[in-house]
């Protein structure tokens, strides 16, 4: 599902008064063995914090309140992440896609 919207995704947490009120957030969680490879998509995740999603779209979340990542999506974070250093002011690091 990933791969038909459009999306970025940032390196660290974004604290809500900072969020544009127009963007969906949810925070990545990566795989409690691989540090790299990010695993599922939540509102908040406290613990294996990867990255925050950013979207116009709205994600359907799981009854466990999560969205899992298959392995194309993966890949498709992963091959399309590209920093852009300085972008937000402070150096932090943007993964865009498309």
Known sequence: MLEKIPFFVLEGRIPEEEKN??????????????????????????????GTFVSEYRLELGPDRCYYLTLEEQELILEKASCMEDSLGGGQCIKMHP
């Open 21 to 50: 009120k127009n963007l969906n957030y949810y925070e990545i969680r990566h795989c409690d063995d691989d540090w790299g490879l990010p695993a599922t998509i939540e509102n908040k995740v406290i613990v294996n914090f990867w």
